[in-house]
């Protein structure tokens, strides 16, 4: 096994629906941690419009523009290691999950095992953002390894309106 890392070292104490990924990163800890707690690395793979700071407690604000603010409190912070997340949105299948970012430095490279965890169920929105969780993971690390983030800022957010048409 690479790395002696077992898939479910990191999985097998999830009580709910999880979408787990592990990426590796040619990157320092220190890269990689600010690129998943500060605003200025947030912003350039996630959610271009991002209030954030590496702080216990503080509430970061990731503004989708017309899908709406989401808040994720930071629940547990451990400078280069580890990052989790509580979301706080109200009456969303996002409510109360948690997303942890878990940073192992080996041998000049990072692995990022990533965690979105205690979702209800898995519904089609469960694996609609598995799929979306993938594709940022991946501007991720072309941020840290490159350090250009690779948001395209043109595109239409048309998340809302993709919603409503499929659900209804």
């Given amino acids: 096994m690479l790395f ?9 104490n999830m009580p709910m629906a999880a979408i787990t990924h592990q990426v590796w990163i ?6 990689v941690y600010d690129a998943v707690t500060g605003q200025e690395g947030l912003s350039q793979w996630w959610i271009r419009k991002t209030t954030a700071r590496p702080e216990l407690g503080y509430i970061n604000l990731f503004d ?6 989401t808040p994720m409190k ?10 989790e997340w509580q979301c ?13 970012f878990d940073i192992q430095q080996k041998k000049g490279a990072v692995i990022l095992n990533f965690s979105h965890s205690c979702w209800r169920q898995q519904s089609e929105y469960f694996s609609v953002c598995n799929f979306h969780w993938a594709r940022h993971l991946l501007t ?13 800022v043109t595109l239409k957010d ?11």
């Fill in 4 to 12: 002696n890392l077992s898939y479910f070292q990191y999985t097998q």
């Fill in 140 to 152: 991720l690390k072309s941020y840290c390894e490159t350090g250009k983030g690779q948001l395209d």
């Fill in 74 to 83: 930071i629940i547990e912070l451990t400078p280069n290691e580890f990052v």
């Fill in 64 to 69: 989708e523009g017309a899908s709406g603010v």
């Fill in 26 to 31: 040619k990157a320092s800890a220190n890269k």
């Fill in 88 to 100: 706080l949105l109200p009456e969303d299948e996002w409510t109360n999950t948690r997303i942890s």
């Fill in 158 to 168: 048309n998340w809302k309106e993709l919603t409503q048409a499929i659900t209804q």
